[in-house]
């Protein structure tokens, strides 16, 4: 069987299937973190969320680099693989495209949402995030660089998660800003 049916679908089945896959990778991510901290505490599942997505990110750029690169250098490069990355699929960044730099904000966050939803609270996404943003990044452009604005557990408002600064480093180290 295996790639037969994928072969067959026309293009709404092969929408609806990508659909269904991004669900249950969504499902996956979400079930083994709560796992994870029923049974080891909260500290425990933020670290190796931590693990996990800085290896995920280096591993999904370079498949996504193999499958669909060469990209331009620098963050337009960057975000441009980015948006094939499977998480950036299923949720709505705000990018505010500068010279040289991306701000990518994230208005509604489907975890933290379903954990808030479930009196949870708010988990610590940011070191996770960090890394995986970074691990992709180095794989597509070394030069560009990530820089978090805020993320939970820092304070932020009402509506947005977090907001990430992606910026391309001078030569010789310097940063540029354009704020």
């Known amino acids: 069987m295996g790639f037969d049916i994928i072969e067959k679908m026309d293009n709404d089945g092969l929408k609806e299937y990508i659909r269904s896959l991004l669900w249950n990778f969504r499902l996956v991510d979400a079930f083994w973190f709560i796992k994870v901290e029923e049974r ?59 010279e040289r730099e991306l701000i990518i904000s994230m208005p509604h966050c489907p975890p933290q949402e379903g954990r808030l939803k479930h009196g949870k609270g708010e988990y610590v996404c940011k070191h996770m995030h ?23 557990p820092d304070p932020h408002p009402a509506d947005c998660f977090c907001k990430w600064r992606f910026y391309e480093a001078e030569a010789g180290g310097e940063v540029a800003k354009t704020r």
């Open 130 to 152: 960090g890394a995986e943003f970074q691990g992709f990044a180095s794989v597509i452009d070394p030069a560009v660089k990530v820089e978090c604005l805020y993320a939970p």
């Open 40 to 98: 080891f505490g909260l500290d425990a599942a933020e670290q190796v969320n931590e693990e996990v997505w800085a290896r995920v990110g280096q591993l999904g750029a370079r498949d996504i680099l193999k499958r669909f690169g060469p990209f331009p250098p620098g963050v337009k490069g960057v975000w441009q693989a980015y948006s094939l990355f499977p998480w950036t699929v299923m949720v709505d960044y705000v990018v505010e495209e500068r």
